[in-house]
């Protein structure tokens, strides 16, 4: 019996049962009814009572399974090799499903495994030929149209910059950055990058709006300033209107928003979307940090978290 008919069943079998209370107590209400027939109705009632316990178990014993595989799904992460959904005592057909959510999990690992590999060789190969174009233009600075140099300078200094964080998330998901904690003043390190994107928001007629406490929290302040640089210039891009910064110290948690209005959509505004990559790359290497995103309409906000320290 699937679990579309066992619900059905229950639901007749408590519609029924409460048809048969109200008989019951309908016939309860005319003596002239005999004991025999009131029993019958009882008995009836208590009989029915039994059936929709045991359909509810059963149910419950049926689902519980998929329950458990769902929630085990819910938090699935496709870079943890040793994440596996993990039942026992299951009925075969259960069984053969877990092994090939398993199979399939471990091909979504190897085929990310190889993706970030070869993005990895890329970036490495693309760094050289890029710092070579560089110097090279440099030299011929003299014979190049200064505007001309300018664009190539700019255009070459995006690019580096990308294959530098293609390098960074490689690095983070192979384990082999290495951090350096301490207790850091988040309101004084988000005062400090502010500063510099105000002048780029202000250009645009915008401003960075900040409301802080005085918080602290071990992170790795250089990679940190990173992630603040990396969330602020994607609201500075791709947001309208005036940015704001939240930074509030919780009970067991310090919490840090910046959100802002989204713009309109541009067919130009296509972009590797990197910045987030390397953001929840270095909260995940933190271990002690968590980052959410709400991604609306009309709204867009990145909030971290992270671990009160004393």
């Known amino acids: 019996m699937n679990s579309a008919a066992l619900r059905l069943f229950i639901w007749f079998s408590a519609t029924f049962m409460v048809v048969t209370l109200l008989l019951f107590v309908t016939l309860n209400a005319f003596h002239s009814i005999s004991i025999s027939v009131r029993t019958e109705s009882f008995f009836a009632i208590v009989m029915l009572a039994a059936f929709l316990i045991v359909s509810v178990v059963l149910s419950r014993t049926i689902n519980h399974p998929v329950d458990s595989i769902n929630k085990q799904l819910t938090n699935f992460d496709p870079?943890?090799?040793?994440?596996?959904?993990?039942?026992?005592?299951?009925?075969?057909?259960?069984?053969?499903?877990?092994?090939?959510?398993?199979?399939?999990?471990?091909?979504?690992?190897?085929?990310?495994?190889?993706?970030?590999?070869?993005?990895?060789?890329?970036?490495?190969?693309?760094r050289t030929p890029l710092s070579i174009l560089r110097l090279k233009i440099e030299q011929a600075a003299e014979r190049i149209d200064p505007e001309l140099a300018d664009e190539l300078q700019a255009e070459l200094s995006r690019l580096t910059q990308d294959v530098e964080q293609?390098?960074?998330?490689?690095?983070?998901?192979?384990?082999?950055?290495?951090?350096?904690?301490?207790?850091?003043?988040?309101?004084?390190?988000?005062?400090?990058?502010?500063?510099?994107f105000r002048l780029i928001a202000q250009e645009d007629g915008r401003d960075i709006q900040v409301t802080s406490t005085s918080c602290k929290a071990n992170v790795d302040e250089t990679?940190?300033?990173?992630?603040?640089?990396?969330?602020?210039?994607?609201?500075?891009?791709?947001?309208?209107?005036?940015?704001?910064?939240?930074?509030?110290?919780?009970?067991?948690?310090?919490?840090?928003?910046?959100?802002?209005?989204?713009?309109?959509?541009?067919?130009?505004?296509?972009?590797?979307?990197?910045?987030?990559?390397?953001?929840?790359?270095?909260?995940?290497?933190?271990?002690?940090?968590?980052?959410?995103?709400?991604?609306?309409?009309?709204w867009y906000a990145a909030l971290i978290t992270f671990e009160q320290t004393s």
Not at 176 to 191: E, G, I, R
Not at 244 to 268: H, M, Q
Request: charged share 25%.
């Open 79 to 126: 870079q943890d090799v040793n994440k596996k959904v993990w039942l026992e005592n299951t009925t075969q057909p259960i069984t053969r499903l877990v092994e090939n959510i398993n199979e399939l999990s471990s091909l979504v690992h190897i085929e990310m495994m190889r993706a970030n590999e070869f993005s990895r060789q890329v970036a490495h190969e693309i």
């Open 166 to 196: 293609m390098l960074l998330i490689a690095r983070s998901e192979r384990g082999q950055l290495v951090l350096h904690k301490s207790n850091c003043s988040l309101d004084v390190l988000m005062a400090d990058v502010v500063s510099d």
């Open 223 to 298: 990679y940190m300033r990173l992630i603040l640089q990396n969330l602020l210039t994607n609201a500075v891009r791709h947001g309208r209107g005036n940015v704001r910064v939240r930074i509030r110290c919780g009970t067991s948690e310090v919490i840090l928003l910046i959100y802002n209005e989204r713009k309109a959509f541009s067919p130009d505004d296509h972009h590797l979307g990197l910045g987030n990559r390397v953001v929840n790359a270095l909260v995940d290497a933190h271990k002690n940090m968590g980052i959410y995103y709400h991604d609306g309409k009309t």
